[in-house]
RNA sequence: GGGGAGUUAGUUCAGUUGGUUAGAACGCCGCCCUGUCACGGCGGAGGUCAGGGGUUCAAGUCCCCUACUCCUCGCCA
């Protein structure tokens, strides 16, 4: 008896799978106890697996031994049943006190119910630590300490079921395209640059440290250089840097690589992707192409590389009126902010009819402050055209508060916020502030999409940004980038001026993927690295396989890698990327359940000639 | 590395100015119930108020430290 099922009672249907077609048939069932209803002879309880609910019933008239045994169960247990299928029809409710329609429209097994007239208990369950339910929701520590419970959670099973269709359909999409899936290690050299590695130490090379990939970069140009023309793979990536809402230290790429290309070649292939990702998960028609946007646009109007079009409230410049006016001006911070290095002016208007209030305006001060601005410059324009709670502007000249609403176009009743001194600063505080003010007034929920999916991709970035504090260009992305032909002559005399083939793929404020085209050609490339400061040992040294390996008639080339965690939780309109990954960590980089990173012992330590110099604590 | 929020029953939370026995909902346990479906009714159990130190006649409440969780700036080529 406790093997008959399993052995040789099979399962007939999946707990989603039962419809008033099926009336009548005898079924097996296997599955949880999502949730009981006992009415002292009739106990109804809802059975659960990964496909759906189904209503199963233990009347005593039919099944005796089973409703006996049915009283004892209890949620989460495990069961495999025997019975009939029947229309669930009408019945006389008690409650109501007539006969009414006895159907669930909530469930797609709603019409129909079981009749339970054998059951074998596989499993029983000690009361979860946490209700398996869609209603209660309990907090993300208690989930993750018991995380193989909170993945019995519909909206979770729905998020990963969602994220394995995703997987396939890329699979299908980009061979179908020409790609052939290569595998690439996982353990490599490490490579100075970005992100700080994770490192393994090699027991069979004392002293000796592998880095965990930070992603396949150097490893799939080889592979463009060996002619394998269209490479991908959805593959982990390592990082060990802060960790937030959509970044986690193990994370997954769908990393591509293509030879004989242009930036416009790899737009295409990916935005076929998601198109087919889109259309075939969500039934949405995603039209392409995506919009392009010239990195320099992005910064002024949005503040950062990853604009959220899914509303207004762009910012607009104010440097030069600023520093045209000079003293003239009248508004002595604004001046001396444009006066030092780098110092800009911006505003954004909030229009009347939002009427941000006083109180509003002071919880959006006290926001950015968080992000390190001194304060949140405003002015109201009243219904007299009075410049008022704006401290700012009152020994403004009037050229300047004009010049102002000219610039901005602010109407009488709207509100001016500004935000000068450092340009970085000002941009940080900037594109937050948008997307917070954006939320605040629901122009955007909280999280997820809201039902608008805004693609677009930046373009056109600089190839090399000032490193302040080494006094030095550095690579804004990286040394193997192209830059555009026209700005090639500005390499040694104007590098901030230089253009590249970089591109980023952004979804409603998220960075969802970036790549480039690389630099093949030798010549450019020992320029690139001469305006870096990087010699030619130095280079050697650093990137010698890899420019090595171009030396051998690389192909022109260039890819992209796609965040599938990060476009996971936005397909899924999830609130966090953890809600996508299976296992995630925390936020200092912990697994609640596993306990990882845990101590090893000393042996294993010496083994690996390694040392901690941690204090005990 | 910096800033912010939080930690009270199994879970999610409330807890007034520091004042007698720390509450609610859900869950759990028992009894009752033949049409429920987040069933219902009656009864019950359940607390190291994160940990440590301090102030006080008196601390869940005020102060300091530590730990953990989340958000965020820096960081993430």
Known sequence: MATQFITQTKRTHTCGALR????????????????????GTLIFIDLRDREGLTQIVFDPDLGKEAHE?????????????????????????KKEGKVVSATNEKLSTGEIEVE????????????????????????????????????????IQQALITRSKMNALTRAYMVENGFLELETPFMGKYTPGGARNF?????????????????PQLYKQLFMVAG?????????????????????PEFTQIDVEMSFVTQDDVFTIIEGLIKTLWKNVLGIDVPTPFRRMDFYESMSKYGN???????????????????????????????????????????????????????DTDELEVFVQGMGAKGLGRAKISETGEWTQAPLFKTASDALKNGILEATGAQKGDLILFQFGKESQVHTVMANLRVQIAKKLKLIPEYGSGGVWNFLWVVNPPLFEFDEEANQWAAAHHAFTRPHDDCVQYLETDPGKVKCHRYDVVLNGFEIGGGSIRLHSPEVQSRVFKALGIGDEEAREKFGFLLDALKYGAPPHGGIAIGMD??????????????????PKTQKGTDLMTGAPGDVDEKQLRELYVKSTAQPK
């Open 199 to 215: 490192l393994v130490p090699s027991r069979l090379n004392p002293g000796k440290f592998y880095a965990l990939a930070e992603s």
């Open 116 to 155: 339970v007239f054998e059951m074998e208990i596989f499993n029983k369950s000690e009361t979860p630590p946490f209700e398996i339910s869609e209603h209660v929701k309990a907090g993300e520590e208690m989930r993750f300490e018991h995380r193989y419970l909170d993945l019995r959670r519909r909206p």
């Open 69 to 93: 045994r049915a009283q004892q169960l209890r949620s989460e247990w495990v069961l495999g049943i025997r019975g009939k299928v029947r229309a669930r029809g009408q019945q006389m409710s």
């Open 305 to 359: 590389d990853k604009p959220d079009l899914r509303f207004g409230l762009e910012h607009v410049e104010l440097t030069e009126l600023v520093k045209k006016l000079g003293a003239e001006g009248g508004a002595a911070m604004l001046s001396d902010a444009v006066a030092q290095k780098n110092g800009i002016v911006k505003a954004m208007v909030v229009p009347a009819k939002y009427a941000l209030s006083r109180k």
């Open 228 to 248: 394998f023309e269209r490479y991908f793979q959805i593959v982990k990536c390592f990082r060990d840097e802060a960790l937030r809402l959509d970044r986690q």
């Open 20 to 39: 008033a077609a099926d009336i009548g048939k005898e079924v097996v069932l296997f599955g949880w106890v999502q949730n009981r209803r006992d009415h």
């Open 566 to 583: 990060r476009l996971a939780m936005l397909l899924t309109n999830a609130e966090s990327l953890r809600d996508v990954i299976p296992f």
